[in-house]
């Protein structure tokens, strides 16, 4: 079902699977960290937490992900009832940002991925 | 064409089909979410056969060893047999070797089985009494000394506890199912600093994993920390301090909520581990016991910059009460 990509993904372009687990690591423990919103991302199983981030991730810098805008909304229904808004969504974005920037993702690849990120914004916030 | 076996029927594989595909269009359910190899829900056990580099990516070592692997990735080459299980338990017959007080509150069972049993130290198993009364414990034993280890808390008014500590005799007949978990030590990265933590009997795995990582011949530096509430409540004391005297790599801190003494810290246990360990980045972790402890800690370990797939956390659930049904099996 994929595209004709006439460019390389920016998940290709940054090294795949071993860079999405190494980017986990450091998002986690960003959002972990950030009293805004880390209630959002406790979880007794943080193995599920952390493969939860990680299917982000590779969905936000294009790899391979079958995660559909309806799944997006539905996953983030229950969220949105405690309170989930845009201050929070811009945080995520936030972190998002300064992981990749951490890991010497290029300024271009970036944008791109905070495009696609910024983009799954409605279904997220449920609007 | 490859070819998958579960549960002794053979199904076939397409070309470029993933065993997860394969087993759902011919009817087997497997659990499964993302399809794309970042969720695990569809982890599966490679009983037999080659299973490609790509459906273990991303997989703890602990999974990757006891050959898991991502059924929802896993495109296995034409012409390859595998024979695949979800996690399923076998149950062995044992017999009660010896019951013995280490502390106030903790009964050493050590069991014979009469097949030899195949697990990792740090693993855990289910003990069944023969009217099928079962609880989960902690293996504190290695697999080369052939009995099996429990340390069960005795707990007022525990079912297994109290028939372990008054009724049971050496000689009775129980058996064990298992093992599970994937909290012990993996051979490999020798140099690595250890950090094992625990509470009550979670000192049992912990224990188990120490001395696997000793007789691997580790060489990086080893923390055991054990917690308790009261130093009545610490036990293989003179054991572990044995083991330290004869490893110097090897550091034993018992601690104490209160009452403690020269030998034995007071204080919370994550204040001592921060005290011991202030930077654990590169560590592999074992958090074993209490729930509480054990999540507060792998949470604090993480932000301190270990990382998830070094963090191996075991936390001790009590059982729950449960009714049983009239005639159930």
Redesign the interface.
């Known amino acids: 079902m994929s595209t004709a990509a006439q460019e390389k993904s920016v998940y290709e372009q940054i090294g795949g ?2 860079a ?2 190494a980017a ?2 450091v998002f ?2 960003k959002v ?2 950030d009293d805004r919103i880390s209630h959002f991302f406790e979880d ?1 199983d ?3 937490q ?3 981030q ?2 982000f991730l ?1 969905m936000v810098t294009g ?5 559909s805008g309806k799944d997006m909304r539905a996953g983030h229904a229950p969220l949105v009832k405690r309170g989930l808004n845009e201050t929070h969504f811009d945080a995520v974005v936030e972190h998002l940002r300064a992981t990749l920037e951490e890991l010497n993702v290029p300024a271009p690849l970036v944008e791109r991925v905070l495009s696609i990120a910024g983009g799954a914004r409605a279904d997220v916030l449920n609007r | 064409m490859a070819r998958v076996k579960h549960e002794s029927r053979w199904y076939p594989l397409e070309s470029e089909e993933s065993v997860l595909d394969g087993l759902l269009r011919q009817g087997v359910a497997v659990p499964n979410a ?7 829900s569809c982890l599966m056990r490679a009983l037999s056969g080659e299973i490609p580099e790509a459906a273990r ?2 997989l703890k070592d602990t999974l990757r060893t006891q050959g898991y692997f991502l059924a929802c990735v896993c495109k296995p080459v034409a012409g390859t047999e595998l024979e695949v299980a979800g996690a399923d338990a076998l149950r062995v017959p044992a017999r009660i070797d010896s019951l013995t007080l280490l502390s106030a509150s903790v009964l050493r069972v050590r069991l014979s089985t009469d097949a030899p049993f195949d697990y990792r130290a740090g693993q855990y198993v289910s003990l069944l009494r023969a009217d099928g009364l079962a609880r989960s414990y902690s293996l504190a034993s290695l697999p080369r000394e052939g009995l099996l280890e429990l340390h069960v808390r005795l707990i007022p008014g525990g079912a297994m506890s109290g028939w372990l500590a008054r009724e049971a005799r050496v000689g009775d007949t129980v058996a064990v199912q298992g093992p599970a978990g994937s909290c012990f030590y993996v051979p490999g990265h020798p140099e690595q600093p250890l950090l094992l933590a625990g509470t009550g009997t979670g000192l049992a795995p912990l224990h188990g994993i120490v001395r696997d990582a000793l007789e691997s011949g580790h060489t990086g530096p080893i923390w055991l920390f054990h917690g308790a509430r009261t130093p009545e409540g610490l036990y293989l004391m003179d054991a572990l301090r044995e083991l330290a005297a004869r490893h110097s790599g090897f550091h034993y801190r018992p601690c104490v909520l209160t009452g403690g003494s020269r030998d034995v810290a007071e204080g919370a246990l994550d204040v001592l581990i921060r005290a011991e360990c202030p930077r654990p980045v590169g560590f592999r972790a074992w958090l074993c016991g209490d729930s509480g402890m054990v ?1 507060s800690l ?2 604090k370990l ?2 301190s910059g270990l ?3 070094d ?1 191996h ?1 075991d936390a001790f659930l009590p059982s729950a009460p449960r009714v049983e049904p009239v005639g159930a099996r």
């Open positions: 699977e071993p999405m687990a986990v690591d986690y423990r972990l960290s007794v943080m193995e599920r952390a493969a939860k990680k299917a590779t790899g391979p992900s079958n995660y | 993302c399809r794309a190899g970042a969720c695990q990516v991303g999540l792998r949470k993480f932000l990382s998830l797939k963090l956390a």
